[in-house]
């Protein structure tokens, strides 16, 4: 570990990509992930690894694809939107079991859909986490990268304007230079003319007209590995004040800090709330949550759409706590999501209202 | 049981561009890290560099920072300028802290409600060789107002922040720190 | 034509026991045993690409991204390091394996549905990037994998199953030419337009695809060889006229000739 330095979320998660051995990555400018492409750009030639500018998100996800099948770890990212266009290639990418990483700076939180549900075509879903702060983002873009690694899968880093803006005292891990190890599924061209060239498909592997060839098995692994990581990947949340709350409300990433924040403060003023904040969106923390909320009378959940992770949680409780909507679109004019509903007094006063 | 917020202390900074006050806001987050602090900055300003609108937040601590980017109240204010500070008016806290530089400065301030320390930031600036050293000026005077950033620290800030392109800058920016530390006293 | 095929006489027993498919096929071709329709031209540029990459030695090093379309079905059959790629993105795909392993061999297999329908931004943005892979266009002028509907290299008069009194430019446009287009821009090094429906042709286009290889590891930049193929069921032509068919309607507006060369 380096010293702590003040460093804007997007740089941290920048610095810490490329600590966890990211080599590749590639990326289309668009608020606010931008700047999280300039530092890539900035820093990986600092160890020998490739930024591309691409010409758009299209080429962007397509170019990490082919970096990820040479084994080195890649990255790439966008918005909301961008990852729109990129979900093609990450469901195929899905299927090819290749590691990845994805950074969605999003605009707002009308995406938890698209990121907890898989977003494209196919029957798949990707590891999600979603930090709070800068503190955190920096842990968990080491935790996506090993994850990707380990599961051979996409992992998404749901980030925001706020993530991606606000500077904070953290340190970052000092850059590994030596030589990363190549996992064995990985191409180098070298099994050529072997009788055993290696394939790295969606598709699945084999000679076609022999055995091993079988796109039915092949999309029942898939199918199975998904399974496996739903109930492998360990769930994270942070959650308190629950044990003795009459109310505990969820929310997620950097809202998820404003109400943590509002809750504390309501706790300072008497009030027997407690708070629940997921941060593996997938696989989501049911029972965790489930616990959490056991005790109280009540659920709320706030987010800033039209109400998309109440459905998690409502599935999560199975109907033991009634369970309340009390966030709402954002108000911002801009399209970031920034304000000026998500503050702490308004928030505050959602949650007093829901009190029981 | 303490509240984990109880260390929290919050600074917002307004002005208009071209005053310093994102220097500034970086000046006393760095210094505060340089003294071994929890550091949160969230800044915005508009489309224009200079002249336009210009905010930024700052909040310190023992402990890791609970609060969220966007504050709704804060225990201290600089006041650069009049001009934007309409918004950030009311989110100062009762028995708060306001530094405002009186030399440009022309509004009624809510002096029942919170301390008013009184800084000719500009003109000091100016004695001292360049009117844009007021915000460096003001630093100083809030690292020994508050408690909450040393000299050294403010100093050390000071050299973080600056960028390359403006290191012949750094010795007035340190003696506009050391001046506004020693109006302070 | 007809003087040119080759019968088989069926009245007496053969001189010589029959020989294995596999007797004639290249080093790199694990299975020749293939499921695309008779007269298909994709096998014929496929053994071509396959055969030079063996000729130059570059097995050891090659990594070959294959698009979608009725030569997808090769991507199992190959003696190299493959990466199947969606419809349209092999380039970047490809620009994504050049760019971490520089000193391998990178060659994208895709056919004028895919690339110059689908993905023509990504082969013009790697061959403005100078991106040193070779991008192998097998253009029929067709859909074949879906039956024979247009694609934007369909030829004006050419009948297709969406422009069934012939590409009308009125209602479907003009086609494009995508080696001419890809020829003007800086970063191409070598572009070269050949065809698989005569053995001279065969012949040149082994030797164009022999040439785009050497410009790649030449670090020359980006090479794209178009090589026309027959494609008779899309067509809605008898097999044997596949060839002649490629001769008179894709062969007159897509040239054959290279067309820059490094």
């Not at chain 1, 590639?26 to 691409?54: I, K, R, S």
Request: charged residues 15%.
């Amino acid at each position: 570990m380096s010293e702590r330095v003040l460093i804007e979320g997007s740089e941290a998660m920048a610095r810490a990509a490329v600590a966890a051995g990211c080599r590749f990555f590639a990326g289309y400018p668009m608020t606010p992930f931008t700047e999280l492409l300039e530092h890539m750009a900035g820093l990986l030639p600092e160890v020998d690894g490739v930024c591309m500018n691409a010409e758009s998100e299209l080429e962007a996800v397509g170019m990490a694809w082919g970096a990820a099948t040479t084994g080195h770890l890649a990255a790439t990212g966008s918005t909301g939107q961008g990852l729109s266009l990129m979900q093609e290639s990450l469901s195929e990418i899905t299927n090819a079991r290749l590691p990845l990483v994805v950074f969605n700076m999003a605009r707002g939180q009308g995406d938890y859909f698209q990121a907890t549900r898989g977003g494209g075509h196919g029957d798949y879903r990707h590891i999600v986490l979603a930090p709070m702060d800068v503190p955190e983002a920096v842990e968990l873009t080491q935790l996506a990268f090993d994850m990707a690694g380990q599961w051979r899968t996409p992992v998404m880093v749901l980030g925001d304007y706020y993530l991606a803006h606000t500077y904070q005292a953290v340190s970052v891990p000092s850059f590994d230079t030596a030589a990363p190890e190549v996992p064995n599924w990985a191409l180098d061209g070298s099994t050529g003319g072997s009788g055993a060239a290696k394939i790295v498909s969606p598709l699945g592997g084999g000679v076609e007209g022999e055995e091993g060839f079988d796109l039915g098995a092949h999309y029942a692994a898939c199918a199975a590995h998904i399974q496996a990581m739903a109930t492998g990947v360990e769930p994270l949340i942070d959650a308190g004040f629950c044990e003795d709350a009459e109310l505990v409300v969820a929310a997620y990433g950097s809202v998820g800090k404003f109400v943590r924040y509002a809750c504390l403060r309501l706790r300072d003023a008497g009030h027997r709330v407690g708070y629940i904040r997921p941060i593996t969106l997938w696989p989501f923390p049911s029972e965790a949550v489930h616990k959490a909320a056991s005790g109280s009378a009540k659920a709320a959940v706030y987010e800033q759409n039209m109400g998309q992770m109440v459905d998690d949680v409502r599935l999560a409780t199975m109907g033991t706590v009634p369970v309340e909507f009390i966030g709402g679109p954002s108000w911002d004019h801009s399209g970031f999501g920034i304000g000026p509903d998500i503050n702490v007094p308004d928030i505050s006063e959602r949650i007093l209202e829901t009190m029981p | 049981m303490n509240s984990p917020l109880a260390g929290e202390r919050e600074l917002m900074l307004t002005g208009i561009g071209g005053q310093g006050v994102q220097l500034a806001a970086q000046v006393i987050a760095q210094g505060a890290i340089a003294d071994g602090k929890e550091v949160l900055v969230f800044g915005s300003y508009g489309g224009m560099m200079r002249g336009g609108n210009t905010d930024s937040t700052v909040v310190i601590s023992d402990q890791p920072i609970e609060a969220p980017p966007v504050l709704s109240a804060t225990w201290s204010a600089i006041l650069m300028h009049h001009q934007y500070w309409a918004p950030l008016r009311v989110l100062i806290s009762d028995g708060g802290l306001v530094l405002v530089n009186t030399s440009v400065f022309e509004d009624q301030l809510d002096r029942d409600r919170y301390r008013v320390v009184e800084v000719p930031a500009t003109d000091v600036a100016t004695d001292l060789g360049n009117p844009l050293l007021a915000a460096m000026v003001m630093a100083g005077v809030y690292g020994r107002t508050s408690g909450l950033v040393s000299l050294d620290g403010l100093v050390e800030g000071m050299r973080r922040s600056v960028p390359p392109y403006r290191s012949q800058l750094i010795e007035a920016n340190e003696a506009a720190l050391a001046k506004g530390w020693e109006m302070a006293a | 034509m007809s003087d040119d095929r080759l019968f088989l006489s069926t009245d007496k027993p053969p001189a010589e026991p029959a020989s294995l498919v596999d007797d004639f096929t290249p080093g790199l071709i694990t299975q020749a045993n293939h499921h695309l329709c008779p007269g298909c031209g994709e096998p014929i540029a496929i053994r071509a690409a396959m055969e030079a990459a063996e000729e130059l030695a570059l097995a050891e090093r090659t990594v070959a991204v294959f698009g979608i379309g009725c030569y997808t079905a090769f991507a199992h059959n190959l003696d190299v390091e493959v990466v199947q790629a969606l419809h349209g993105r092999a380039p970047s795909v490809a620009t994504g394996i050049k760019r971490m392993l520089p000193e391998g061999f990178v060659v994208t297999f895709q056919g004028d549905g895919d690339m110059v329908n689908e993905g023509l931004q990504e082969v013009l943005h790697a061959a403005a990037r100078g991106e040193n892979i070779t991008c192998l266009l097998l253009n029929n002028g067709v859909f074949g994998e879906t039956g024979g509907q247009m694609t934007t290299t369909t030829t004006l008069g050419q009948r297709t199953k969406t422009s069934i009194e012939g590409r009308n430019p009125h209602q479907h446009g003009h086609p494009i030419l995508l080696s001419d287009l890809t020829a003007t821009m800086d970063g191409a090094a070598y572009v070269a337009r050949c065809a698989v429906n005569n053995a001279g042709n065969v012949a040149r286009t082994k030797r164009y695809i022999t040439r785009a290889y050497e410009s790649q590891m030449a670090g020359a930049g980006f090479s794209l060889v178009e090589i026309l193929t027959m494609c008779p069921t899309g067509w809605f032509v008898d097999t044997l006229e596949g060839p002649e068919y490629l001769q008179n309607t894709l062969a007159p507006v897509h040239n054959i000739g290279e067309l820059k060369t490094p």
